[in-house]
Nanobody, 122 residues
Framework: QVQLVESGGGLVQAGGSLRLSCAAS????????MGWFRQAPGKEREFVAT???????YYADSVKGRFTISRDNAKNTVYLQMNSLKPDDTAVYYC????????????????WGQGTQVTASS
């Protein structure tokens, strides 16, 4: 069992930056693939980025070059650095834990956090 808690969301002007964190419980964090997803009002949940056990990363085309996913296994935490934010990035952001890499489908993840709101204003 893994519990995930996101933090770091907020309101930022377009072009600004935010860093999201996701703290995981349990001793097996390093054995999980971690992912970030987002869901805007009225839209389906969409893939943002994922990182393997060894730090290999994979991104959605919409965020490539602007967002960076990273993990610190000693701290049981995964991060999402978001730069050059656009209004279209506004959504609730969720972190997730799974076993397959790369995995852009939300159905491939076993555990989810509660989400954190990110709003980029124009």
């Amino acid at each position: 069992q893994v519990q995930l808690v996101e933090s770091g969301g907020g309101l930022v002007q377009a072009g600004g930056s935010l860093r999201l964190s996701c703290a995981a419980s349990g001793r097996t964090f390093s054995s999980y693939v971690m992912g970030w997803f987002r869901q805007a009002p009225g839209k389906e949940r969409e893939f943002v980025a994922t990182i393997s056990w060894t730090g290999i990363t994979y991104y959605a085309d919409s965020v490539k070059g602007r967002f960076t996913i990273s993990r610190d296994n000693a701290k049981n935490t995964v991060y999402l650095q978001m730069n050059s934010l656009k209004p279209d990035d506004t959504a609730v952001y969720y972190c997730a834990a799974g076993r397959v890499f790369p995995q852009p489908s939300s159905r491939g993840y076993d555990y989810w956090g509660q989400g954190t709101q990110v709003t980029a204003s124009s």
